[in-house]
């Protein structure tokens, strides 16, 4: 009878059968290991907000209920003034900004609860989930949004995605649904906007320099223009805003400044316009206008 050592034991087994069994086992472990690479792409795919679009196109899936046609129109508006300079009038994204609300299956995918739900959260550039790496800052910066306009928002949305839920019946002129702080009278969070102005400019001149600054520039430098973490610079006590002459100033708004500006050293795309076309010269000198006037308020404040 042989010995067999501690040694012996430890050695392979090298008989045939020995071999099939490892053999067999490598194969096995081959296999677990490449399914698990492919659940967790899987889930990865799932889970990860993308712009690509949707596997089917939405024209080729079936149709969704109609829409609220009066929600639709509100939301429109609101859409406009809180969400079009990151994503868009078109909701397809903005580069280097916003993402595409439109085909990105992350927005797809959620319920219009849900959809609120991160509206209202934002996204910070800590969350796992924010791949552009630039926050969104809850209520797209508008803390004035209520849980009913985000609704409509939400519904806005939704006909982006899908026309065809859009009602065949809407009327022609859309409702105005102006946001609270961009109602007449409503006071700027810096300081009361009173006549005589800080800044020397008409009180009517200035109000309307705030609604437009309000619908396209608070998402980025915040309601009172002190700007926001990691996005909008503080335009209140800007040494860069106060060296433009208002010609300047215009042209500036109008260009914008892309991250590849090497003054930019936000490294976030400032859009032509805050993102917003519909502004011309005329509205841009307004904008120019409020932001003397907070920068003569802030002044003051000093």
């Not at 280097?96 to 609860?113: C, E, I, Q, Y």
């Not at 961009?182 to 320099?209: F, H, K, M």
């Amino acid at each position: 009878m042989m010995n067999h050592t501690q040694a012996d034991r430890n050695q392979p087994n090298t008989t045939p059968a020995g071999l099939a069994l490892a053999g067999v086992v490598s194969i096995g472990a081959v296999i677990l290991t490449l399914a698990a690479g492919w659940g967790m792409s899987q889930a990865q795919q799932r889970f990860t907000p993308s712009d690509e679009s949707t596997v089917l196109p939405t024209s080729e899936k079936p149709a969704g209920a109609l829409l609220n046609g009066a929600d639709y129109l509100a939301g429109r508006e609101l859409y406009n003034a809180a969400c079009s300079a990151c994503h868009g009038a078109n909701g397809q994204g903005v580069a280097n900004l916003g993402k595409d609300l439109v085909r990105g299956k992350f927005p797809l995918a959620l319920s219009d609860t849900g959809l609120a739900k991160q509206i209202i959260a934002g996204r910070p550039v800590t969350d796992p989930m924010n791949t552009t790496k630039i926050p969104m800052p809850p209520k797209g910066g508008r803390a004035d949004l209520t849980d009913a306009q985000i609704g409509q928002i939400v519904v806005y949305i939704r006909g982006l995605q899908d026309p065809r839920r859009i009602p065949a019946d809407l009327p022609e002129q859309a409702p105005t649904m102006l946001l609270a702080s961009n109602r007449p009278g409503s006071a700027p969070a810096t300081n009361d906007i009173v006549d005589p102005t800080a800044s020397g400019y008409e009180a009517s001149w200035v109000l309307e320099g705030r609604a437009l600054y309000q619908s396209s520039c608070v998402s980025c430098h915040g309601a009172d223009a002190r700007g926001l973490p990691n996005l909008g610079k503080d335009l209140a006590q800007s040494g860069f805003v106060a060296k433009l002459d208002d010609e300047q100033m215009i042209a500036f708004l109008k260009k914008g400044r892309p991250v590849s500006d090497p003054e930019n050293t936000t490294k976030v795309d400032m859009p032509p316009k805050g993102g917003n076309p519909a502004l011309d010269d005329e509205k841009l000198e307004s904008i120019t206008v409020y932001l003397r006037e907070v920068q003569a308020l802030a002044a003051k404040s000093h």
